[in-house]
């Protein structure tokens, strides 16, 4: 009976939707992060009677067929590109980024990662690396003088010192654009590495190039919307419970038939 394996494909596709649902709900408060959504096909077909096949001797077509569907897969988890709303903090090297753009950052490997998190920090050296500790691309280092850091929206970092009356321009930071930010991949961390499927990122100035600009003394929040997703919570559960009624009932119908005598 393919009812079983139907339902039971089912049963786990909405427990991978749940789990989606579970990781944005997770990340609430997590800086920058964008919710995701898991996104299904279909799987392939039992032709019992293709359509247009030929059914009786003067050539009568089935305008139908008898299909048979398997089932069900999961096809993708997206992320869902919203920007999420601004919250003020006045950190001297919080960031947010209106518009499209992440920042890019060098990993111990030696590769580029990129992130929408601004929540930046100053490291032992003085230079402004991530909350893990990953240096910003291009490196800036700060002067242990330095009592202020003001950064403009085009990503100019100044410092501001007691025996100056003009800010000392430290450096500039960019943006990095992809063709297809969905095709970046999530390493956790609020981190992405680029894929063949993102395309090579677009390296330019904010506000050059289609990227977007700073915002200084703010933080991108998450952008997940709660109400939605325990809405989405809700509609998960109930295809799970309907597709475990499913095999309930094929195993009675099982049961049935074994019983005849």
Avoid: C, W
């Avoid at 330095?146 to 100056?164: L, P």
């Amino acid at each position: 009976m393919r009812a079983l394996q139907i339902a039971a494909t089912g049963m786990s596709a909405q427990q991978t939707r749940v789990e989606v649902i579970s990781n944005n709900l997770a990340n609430m408060s997590t800086t920058g992060y964008n919710s995701r959504r898991a996104e299904f096909a279909d799987l392939h077909y039992q032709q019992a009677v293709r359509p247009g096949s030929v059914t009786a001797a003067d050539g009568t077509l089935v305008p139908a067929g008898v299909q048979l569907g398997l089932g069900v897969r999961p096809t993708a988890v997206t992320v869902n590109l919203a920007q999420g709303p601004m919250a003020e903090t006045n950190g001297d090297l919080d960031v947010a980024i209106e518009g499209n753009g992440y920042l890019e950052v060098r990993l111990p490997s030696g590769l580029s990662a990129y992130t929408r998190d601004g929540g930046l920090k100053r490291s032992p050296d003085g230079l402004i690396v991530t909350s893990n500790g990953h240096p910003v691309a291009p490196e800036i280092t700060i002067p242990e003088d330095a009592y202020k850091i003001a950064i403009n929206a085009g990503g100019e970092v100044y410092a501001f010192f007691d025996d100056q009356t003009e800010p000392e321009l430290l450096g500039q930071f960019t943006l990095a654009g992809f063709v297809n930010e969905k095709g970046l991949e999530a390493i956790g961390s609020n981190l992405f590495l680029e894929t063949g499927a993102s395309g090579s990122p677009r390296v330019a100035t904010p506000g050059q190039e289609g990227l977007g600009t700073l915002l200084h003394g703010y933080l991108e929040e998450s952008s997940v919307d709660a109400v939605r997703e325990i809405t989405e919570l809700i509609k998960a559960q109930r295809g799970y419970e309907l597709n475990a009624k499913v095999i309930t009932a094929a195993d009675q119908m099982l049961g049935a038939t074994v019983q005849v005598r």
